[in-house]
C-alpha cells in the first residue's frame, strides 16, 4: 500500500499493465478515461497493444469497441491503431494514426455529441460495456477515487461497466484533490430532475468518483505525464480573428445585449481558440467566467491576470509549460477551476440556462451559414464534432471561427454548399475570419448569403462566391435558399481533381 493507493482491498489488486492487459478479450467493449489528450490510461493500453501484436503475429484477431471522453494520446489512440486493434471508436478523436485507418476504411468511428455520450450509453444505445479503464490521481482509504486531469466519461464507465481496471498515475499533482465536482443526479427519463446549477461556479456533486469494489479486476500504477503538443505561437491571422470578435462583443454591449461581463463562455480547441482569449485579455475584459470543456493554456492565462474569474469544464489540454504553470499555482487554480463530467459540462439544460457564448473553430462555411466542422471534401474526417454541437445549438450565441482560406490559399473556407453538416443554418449565429465579422442573426438565407461574401471570404474568391450566388438567384427553382444543384459542390470537386478550388 502506498500514499496514492490507500485503500487496502484495492492495493492488494495491484498488479503489472501487462497482467492487467491479459484480462482483455478480443470483441469487448472498453469505456477508457481521457479527454483532450488528458487523463488517458497510460500504461494498460500500451501493453494491451503489445499483446494484440503478438496475437497477430501468430494469425490471430484481436480488435476491441473503445469507447472514450473524447481524444486521447498516442499511447492509447496511437498505439491501439497502430497495432490494429480498434474495430470500433466513439466519440471525438485527433490521433493521426487512428485519423488514418478512420479515413482508409478500417476502422468504424462513430463521432456523437460529447454531451450525448454518458446518456446514450445509458439507455443501452451504445451496448455492453464490458470494461473500464479509468486513470486516477489517487485511491482514498474508503476506495473512492480522486479523479485525473479529466473527469470526461469515467463516472459512466465506472458505474455501467461490468469490470474495472483502475490506473493510478503518480505524475498527476496530488493537490487536485478537491477540485472537481462529480454530479450523481442523472438519472433515465421519465424519472429525470433539474440539474441544480445556475452559476459556471457552482458545485453540485462531490470531488470524488465512486466505483463498485468487487467490480475493480486489477489496479495499476502508471507515472507518467499527459502528452499534449505545444501551442503555435498566435499569427496575424488567428490574431485578426480575435480582434474581430472582441469588437463584436464590445459592439453588443453598447447595444444593451451583453453585460460587461458578457456571459459564460466556451472556447474550442486549437490555434485560433487560444488567441481569442489572449484577444480577451487585451481587450480589457476582467471577471469573466466560463462554461467549457476543455482548459487550454491561454484560459490558465486568463485566469492568472484576473481576465477569467470562474471556469467549468471537463478536461485540461495543457502544453508541458502550461503543465508546469498548473502544478506551480495549483492552490489558485483549484479555487477557480471546476471539473465536471461531460455529460454536466456540455448538458444542453445548462448552456442554455447559463446562456453559453459558443466559440469554435470549423473546416467551412457556406453562403447561407451551415458549419462543417469535421470532414475534408465531405468523405474524410478531421477530428470530431465535439463539444461544438452541444454549445451551438443551445447556447445564447454561437460564434465560428476559420481563417478564410486552408493549404495556403487551395481551399477558401467559405463554399457555395457545404460538403459535410454538422451545425445547420438554424444554428449558427456569427461567422469570423480574419477578413472580417458576419453577423447572421435575424438574417433570412439571401441576407445572410450577402454577409458572409462581403465580410468573411477571402478577396480571391469572393468575386466566384458573388458569380455564382448571382446566377443561383436567377436561376434556381427555388429562390428561398437558391442553389445550382449541378455546381454547389463543383468547388471541392475541382480541389480533388486539380489541388485548388480556384477555377
Ligand atoms: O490542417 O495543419 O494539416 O494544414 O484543418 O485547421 O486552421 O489550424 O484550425 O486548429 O482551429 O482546427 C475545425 C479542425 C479547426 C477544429 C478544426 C485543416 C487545416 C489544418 C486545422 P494542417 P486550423 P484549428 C471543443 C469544440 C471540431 C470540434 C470542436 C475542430 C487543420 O476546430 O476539430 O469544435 N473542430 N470542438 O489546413 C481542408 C478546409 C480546412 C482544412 C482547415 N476547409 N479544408 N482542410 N483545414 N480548414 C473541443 C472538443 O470538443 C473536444
Known amino acids: 500500500m502506498n500514499e496514492r493507493i490507500a485503500h487496502a482491498g484495492l492495493a492488494s489488486r495491484l498488479v503489472s499493465a501487462e497482467q492487467a492487459a491479459a484480462l482483455i478479450q478480443p470483441g469487448m467493449a472498453v469505456g477508457m478515461s481521457g479527454f483532450t489528450g488528458a487523463g488517458y490510461p497510460k500504461a494498460v493500453p500500451k501493453a494491451l497493444a503489445s499483446r494484440i501484436e503478438a496475437a497477430r503475429e501468430r494469425g490471430e484477431q484481436f480488435a476491441i469497441r473503445i469507447l472514450t471522453g473524447a481524444s486521447t494520446a498516442p499511447e492509447l489512440d496511437g498505439v491501439l491503431a497502430r497495432a490494429g486493434g480498434i474495430e470500433f471508436r466513439l466519440p471525438y478523436q485527433s490521433d493521426p494514426e487512428l485519423r488514418g485507418r478512420i479515413n482508409g476504411g478500417q476502422i468504424e468511428y462513430m463521432d456523437i455529441h460529447l454531451g450525448h455520450v454518458a446518456q446514450h450509453a445509458l439507455f443501452g444505445f451504445l451496448g455492453r460495456i464490458d470494461l473500464a479503464i479509468v486513470e486516477v490521481t489517487a485511491i482514498l482509504p474508503d476506495g473512492r477515487l480522486v479523479p485525473s486531469t479529466s473527469v470526461g466519461n469515467n463516472k459512466t464507465w465506472l ?106 463562455l466556451q472556447s474550442g480547441v486549437g490555434n485560433i481558440a487560444n488567441a481569442v482569449l489572449a484577444g480577451l485579455h487585451e481587450g480589457g475584459f476582467r471577471g469573466l467566467t466560463a462554461f467549457t470543456e476543455v482548459i487550454q493554456d491561454g484560459m490558465l492565462d486568463l485566469i492568472g491576470n484576473g481576465t477569467i474569474d470562474m471556469a467549468s469544464a471537463t478536461s485540461f489540454s495543457l502544453s508541458p509549460e502550461g503543465v508546469e504553470e498548473f502544478a506551480r499555482n495549483i492552490d489558485l487554480y483549484r479555487e477557480k477551476i471546476v471539473l465536471r463530467p461531460q455529460e454536466i459540462s456540455n448538458h444542453a439544460e445548462l448552456v442554455r440556462r447559463l446562456g453559453v457564448i459558443g466559440m469554435n473553430g470549423m473546416v467551412e462555411a457556406d453562403l447561407y451559414g451551415n458549419v462543417n466542422s469535421t470532414h475534408v471534401c465531405g468523405t474524410s474526417i478531421i477530428n470530431g464534432i465535439g463539444g461544438s ?115
Open 159 to 264: 458505474d455501467l461497466a461490468d469490470k474495472v481496471i483502475i490506473e493510478v498515475n503518480h505524475r498527476q499533482p496530488r493537490a487536485m484533490e478537491g477540485m472537481h465536482d462529480v454530479y450523481y443526479g442523472t438519472a433515465k427519463p421519465p424519472h429525470r430532475k433539474p440539474i441544480p446549477l445556475a452559476h459556471p461556479g457552482d458545485r453540485i456533486g462531490e470531488p470524488y468518483l465512486k466505483v463498485d469494489l468487487d467490480k475493480v479486476v486489477a489496479v495499476v500504477e502508471s507515472d507518467a505525464p499527459d502528452r499534449i503538443g505545444r501551442f503555435a505561437p498566435i499569427d496575424e491571422v488567428s490574431r485578426s480573428i480575435a480582434g474581430h470578435l472582441v469588437e463584436f462583443f464590445r459592439h453588443e454591449i453598447r447595444a444593451g445585449r451583453l453585460g460587461e461581463q458578457l456571459l459564460p
Open 389 to 503: 454541437g452541444d454549445f451551438a445549438r443551445n447556447g445564447f450565441m454561437s460564434c465560428f471561427l476559420s481563417p478564410s482560406t486552408a493549404k495556403n490559399g487551395a481551399i477558401s473556407a467559405f463554399v457555395p454548399m457545404v460538403s459535410h453538416v454538422d451545425h445547420t443554418e438554424h444554428d449558427v449565429a456569427v461567422l469570423v475570419s480574419e477578413q472580417g465579422l458576419a453577423d447572421l442573426r435575424g438574417l433570412s438565407p439571401k441576407q445572410r448569403a450577402r454577409a458572409i461574401i462581403n465580410n468573411c471570404a477571402h478577396p480571391d474568391y469572393r468575386p466566384m462566391l458573388q458569380d455564382y450566388y448571382d446566377r443561383a438567384l436567377r436561376d434556381s427553382k427555388g429562390r428561398h435558399t437558391p442553389h445550382l444543384l449541378a455546381e454547389a459542390l463543383s468547388w471541392h470537386q475541382r480541389f480533388l481533381e486539380t489541388g485548388t478550388m480556384k477555377a
